[in-house]
């Protein structure tokens, strides 16, 4: 490896040979050359397959809250439903109260 240099033309060399030197470990090491490329190849094979799993699981957590939306929607309809069927019978069950109190008096 080079060392760093502080001149523009020290920086270039170093580059130039650390380049010369990765190129002659390439040639030098084709099998560790050869694995290398494999082993980045499967890494981006499972960044791949993570990045499908992790759409999914979106998918599937965007599926979800639109059900719970959808039942927690029907909950409310049916509870203000039931609210109202009861405020309906203590209107009839206050009017017939009355009426009989009515009828007693006279």
Same mark, same amino acid.
């Given at each position: 490896?080079?060392?760093?240099? +502080?001149?523009? /033309?020290?920086? /270039?060399?170093?580059?130039?040979?650390?380049? /010369?030197?990765?190129?002659?470990?390439?040639?030098?090491?084709?099998?560790?050359?050869?694995?290398?490329?494999?082993?980045? #190849? &499967?890494?981006?094979?499972?960044?791949?397959?993570? +990045?499908?799993?992790?759409? /999914?699981?979106?998918?599937?957590?965007? #599926?979800? +809250?639109?059900?719970?939306?959808?039942?927690? &929607?029907?909950?409310?309809?049916?509870?203000?439903?039931?609210?109202?069927?009861?405020?309906?019978?203590?209107?009839?069950?206050?009017?017939? +109260?009355?009426?009989?109190?009515?009828?007693?008096?006279?």
């Amino acid at each position: 490896m080079a060392r760093k240099k +502080k001149t523009i /033309v020290g920086a /270039v060399a170093g580059s130039v040979t650390e380049a /010369v030197v990765t190129t002659i470990e390439a040639i030098a090491h084709p099998v560790k050359t050869a694995q290398d490329a494999g082993d980045a #190849l &499967a890494r981006a094979r499972l960044r791949a397959a993570d +990045k499908a799993e992790r759409a /999914v699981r979106a998918g599937e957590r965007t #599926l979800a +809250k639109r059900k719970k939306a959808v039942s927690r &929607a029907a909950t409310t309809v049916a509870a203000r439903a039931k609210s109202a069927l009861r405020q309906a019978t203590r209107r009839s069950k206050k009017v017939t +109260k009355k009426a009989t109190r009515r009828a007693k008096r006279r």
